[in-house]
C-alpha cells in the first residue's frame, strides 16, 4: 500500500521559515519524482515545485522560486520543501505527490501524479 504523509506544518510569522517533510512507504521511492502543490481556502490547487527521482534536477512556480527549495533523501524515502521568507499568501495546505518515472523528469502538472498525500497546514501570520 502507497503512503505519502507529511508533517513539519504550523504557524510562523511573515519573513520566517518552515521546513515541510513527505515520508513515502509501499513505493519505490528512487523511481519517483516528487512534487509539492499548496491549495488556499477557495483557490485551485497550485503547483510549488518538483523535484526528480535523482534530485539533480528541481523547478519552482514563479511565486516561490528563489525562497522555496526542494530535496530529497533517497535512502530515507522522504522529500523536503524547506521555505523562506515566508508571506501570508503562502498560507496553503501543502500536499506531496509521487509519480513513477522512467527517466529522471520532473512534472508540474497534477494529472501526471499517482500517488497523493493528505497535507499539511501552513499559516503565515502577518
Known amino acids: 500500500q502507497v503512503q505519502l504523509v507529511e508533517s513539519g506544518g504550523g504557524l510562523v510569522q511573515a519573513g520566517g521559515s518552515l521546513r515541510v517533510s513527505c515520508v513515502a512507504s509501499?513505493?519505490?521511492?528512487?523511481?519517483?519524482?516528487m512534487g509539492w502543490f499548496r491549495q488556499a481556502p477557495g483557490k485551485e490547487r497550485e503547483f510549488v515545485g518538483g523535484?526528480?527521482?535523482?534530485?539533480?534536477?528541481?523547478y519552482y512556480a514563479d511565486s516561490v522560486k528563489g525562497r522555496f527549495t526542494i530535496s530529497r533523501d533517497n535512502a530515507k524515502n522522504t522529500v523536503y520543501l524547506q521555505m523562506n521568507s515566508l508571506k501570508s499568501e503562502d498560507t496553503a495546505v501543502y500536499v506531496c505527490?509521487?509519480?513513477?518515472?522512467?527517466?529522471?523528469?520532473?512534472?508540474?502538472?497534477?494529472?501526471?501524479?499517482?500517488?497523493w498525500g493528505q497535507g499539511t497546514q501552513v499559516t503565515v501570520s502577518s
Open positions: 505527490a509521487g509519480d513513477y518515472v522512467l527517466n529522471d523528469h520532473i512534472w508540474t502538472t497534477a494529472d501526471l501524479y499517482d500517488y
Open positions: 509501499g513505493l519505490p521511492f528512487s523511481r519517483y519524482a
Open positions: 523535484i526528480s527521482w535523482s534530485g539533480s534536477k528541481t
